[in-house]
């Protein structure tokens, strides 16, 4: 993959994502709802900031998953409410409301699923290119 293609490639992966957790948000019950949302919210804002930048590649996803805790410890501290927020207002749909160590374990498992697939790119990337090497 060029240097050009790769931001199409992240708006690709962030619009499925994007989707993904939309119909979580509207359809889903029980485990997908409540987990699985959470899972792939880490690798959905990764592959945002991939469409705008490509530093940090291997930093990133760990930047991502701190953020996913910062959002999960203002919860702790019930910042919405020490802010005097609506629950339903955007911001405070954003930061959420309800604290849980399991949330926190979501959010390393997404961080782990962007490793995965980083790993899984490289290795496919350098199978290829040593494929077409012996090609030639």
Same mark, same amino acid.
């Given at each position: 993959? $060029? ?18 957790? +939309?119909? *979580? /948000? @509207?359809?889903? !019950?029980? %485990? ?5 949302? =959470? *899972?792939? *919210? ?9 469409? +705008? $930048?490509?530093?940090? #590649? ?11 805790? @910062?959002?999960? %410890?203002? #919860?702790? %501290? !019930?910042?919405? =409410? ?5 629950? =339903?207002?955007?911001?405070?749909? /954003?930061? &959420?409301?309800? %604290?849980?160590?399991? =949330? ?5 498992? &997404? ?7 980083? +790993? ?7 199978? #290829? ?8």
């Amino acid at each position: 993959m $060029t240097r050009k293609s790769t931001p199409v490639y992240y708006a690709v992966l962030s619009a499925i994502l994007f989707l993904t957790e +939309f119909a *979580i /948000a @509207l359809w889903a !019950h029980g %485990f997908l709802r409540y987990y699985v949302g =959470d *899972i792939l *919210i880490i690798p959905l804002i990764y592959c945002i900031l991939r469409v +705008f $930048t490509e530093r940090w #590649q291997r930093l990133l996803p760990f930047l991502v998953c701190c953020l996913g805790f @910062l959002a999960e %410890f203002l #919860q702790y %501290f !019930h910042f919405v =409410d020490l802010l005097g927020l609506d629950h =339903d207002s955007p911001l405070a749909i /954003a930061i &959420g409301t309800g %604290f849980s160590w399991i =949330d926190v374990l979501c959010y390393i498992a &997404g961080m782990g699923l962007i490793y995965a697939g980083m +790993f899984l790119r490289k290795t496919l990337t350098s199978h #290829q290119s040593r494929k077409e090497g012996a090609l030639s």
